[in-house]
């Protein structure tokens, strides 16, 4: 058995025994209410935003620019970024996520690169992408398994060390144009924004459903973001209510929510779990 597929044979054992982990007796709470942690306003389009709770930092990806804002409490204390060749510079920034350390990545796709920074805005690392065509989103699990859209593959790569010697893709039949890659613990929700839809796989990447509307998963409850709210299919409850038209929201340890002129940050409230 040759290295390249050996690795990939390990890859998909890691996976295996991870979606295993989680087979269990299943209990499911109805979201009550969300507490809203803060709310930010900015005087720009807001285009992603993520939050660490630990260190109560939200990290603003500005839309149609290549920068990003950095509010500790409430208030900004750092820019990054801007359009240049420099070490802390952007060609192209395409995501960010957050590393499971808790500091800030950045992918530039026209540099390949994925830059790291701490919760000040320090570079502290750059990751090499040199093997990726047009690497366009990313996200990255607790054992640092990276999960990386190429636009020019048509398909999500799963990788540790960014050589092809252990790549695994999928979704190269189902995804055309993703706008947003979410990373749950049992599954990855690509959501198609020109398409008003999100696909859903499984922590394998194997394909499991497509459902119309911008949806998030958390603890195996679905939520589907409408103009003004976010909508529980389930309890038919509504949450965020809002003047202000919603563009995009994120579910993941907090709820963030993004308007044109600000973002809503909080963590919903749950009823007592019950046995599915």
Not at 4 to 28: D, G, N, P, V
Not at 168 to 185: A, E, T, V
Not at 251 to 270: A, H, M, P, Q
């Amino acid at each position: 058995m040759t290295k390249k597929y050996s690795y990939r044979l390990f890859i998909l054992l890691i996976l295996f025994l991870t979606a295993c982990s989680t087979i269990e007796m299943q209990y499911y709470r109805i979201p009550e209410e969300i507490n809203i942690i803060q709310k930010i306003k900015t005087d720009f389009i807001p285009e992603k935003c993520l939050y660490s709770s630990i260190n109560k930092t939200a990290f603003i990806l500005e839309k149609e620019a290549n920068i990003i804002h950095i509010y500790k409490n409430g208030k900004k204390i750092n820019t990054i970024g801007g359009l240049g060749f420099t070490s802390t510079s952007f060609n192209k920034l395409a995501d960010i996520t957050l590393s499971p350390d808790g500091n800030l990545l950045a992918l530039d796709s026209f540099q390949k690169k994925i830059k790291k920074f701490d919760i000040d805005g320090k570079l502290i690392a750059e990751l090499n992408l040199s093997n990726f065509i047009e690497p366009a989103l990313f996200a990255v699990a607790v054992d640092e398994t990276y999960y990386i859209y190429d636009n020019a593959f048509k398909e999500i790569i799963i990788t540790r060390t960014f050589d092809q010697s252990d790549w695994y893709s999928f979704g190269k039949f189902q995804l055309s144009d993703p706008s947003k890659i979410s990373l749950g613990k049992n599954e990855i929700t690509i959501y198609d924004k020109l398409k008003n839809s999100t696909i859903i796989f499984g922590i394998l990447g194997q394909f499991q459903n497509e459902i119309d509307g911008n949806i998030q998963i958390e603890k195996q409850q679905q939520y589907i973001l409408k103009e003004y709210f976010i909508y529980h299919p389930k309890s038919e409850n509504k949450f965020a209510i809002s003047t202000n038209k919603w563009n995009d929201f994120i579910i993941e340890d907090n709820v963030i929510l993004l308007s044109d002129n600000g973002i809503w940050i909080g963590k919903f409230t749950y009823s007592e779990p019950k046995e599915k």
